[in-house]
């Protein structure tokens, strides 16, 4: 339950941009707004959004509801008994509780109760099954970009548990819009030569750097982490035929500058489309 209302959460996060605009130059914040507007950038949420626990059923559902985000991206792991979960850390600590995923099975982890305050507002909720996310996607139309996390089965050594959570996108019929996004290399390697038809995301900061002719090879489009790259990044990953992704953007005027810079994926916890002008 949370402590107030979901308009009056908006209506902070509007103030908060409007105080940022405020601090630049009109003719800047116009100029970038248009810029916006004219592009076709594609916003993702991180976790669902900022309303709600993060990764919960609440904040995907928000994540459409209140801010119409194109896409929501996820985080991956695998209980003690088999089952695809969505969850951050390798334990529920911050969260709630303190159990570690992989040694817990799901009859366990679904009951446990969760807490989260974020931008001053605290939430509860529960953890959410990888295939709760996914009919969350498809009421919506929201895309998936699964996070694959260190978890049994799902790893740079083992990848033996991929073929069931591939499995679970493709009985909802999206397999050719779902990506996989993760740091693990070889595991994006695997999923490319398994599953051709997966689109990949590699999950980097200034490694990009070294593996250009890696993504070219492999057709995997980088997500960079704001700050770690710059205009001439993205146009050398432009002429390779991959575009740039980046996280996590939660600053209007940044947000305006990677677009600037040619970025076309933008993965953020409450970057509000219609402030940014869409």
């Not at 908006?10 to 009109?26: F, G, P």
């Not at 969350?136 to 694959?148: D, N, R």
Request: some cysteine; hydrophobic content about 45%; aromatic content about 8%.
């Amino acid at each position: 339950m949370v402590e107030c209302s979901k308009g009056r959460v908006l209506d902070h996060l509007q103030n908060k941009y409007q105080i940022e605009a405020m601090r630049r130059t009109i003719v800047a914040t116009i100029v970038a707004a248009m810029a916006l507007a004219a592009s076709a950038v594609t916003l993702v949420g991180h976790r669902g959004c900022v309303i709600g626990v993060e990764n919960t059923a609440e904040a995907f559902r928000n994540a459409h509801e209140v801010f119409g985000y194109d896409g929501i991206e996820c985080d991956v792991r695998v209980t003690a008994d088999g089952e695809y979960i969505i969850c951050h850390d390798e334990h529920t600590g911050r969260l709630g509780d303190s159990l570690v995923v992989t040694e817990t099975p799901w009859a366990v982890l679904r009951e446990l109760p969760l807490s989260q305050t974020r931008l001053g507002v605290t939430y509860t909720g529960r953890l959410c099954t990888v295939a709760e996310y996914l009919d969350i996607c498809v009421e919506t139309g929201m895309f998936p970009i699964i996070e694959l996390k260190w978890t049994m089965g799902i790893n740079n050594d083992d990848m033996s548990r991929f073929d069931g959570l591939a499995a679970l996108v493709e009985e909802r019929g999206l397999t050719d819009r779902a990506i996989i996004l993760t740091s693990m290399r070889r595991s994006l390697e695997w999923v490319r030569t398994h599953h051709p038809r997966l689109r990949c995301q590699w999950l980097c900061r200034k490694a990009w750097v070294d593996h250009i002719d890696w993504c070219r090879e492999w057709g995997i489009m980088p997500s960079i982490m704001w700050g770690d790259y710059d205009a001439e990044t993205v146009a050398r990953f432009a002429a390779i035929g991959q575009p740039v992704a980046t996280w996590t953007v939660d600053n209007a005027v940044n947000a305006l500058e990677a677009v600037r810079m040619g970025v076309q994926v933008i993965t953020t916890n409450r970057l509000s489309p219609v402030v940014m002008g869409r």
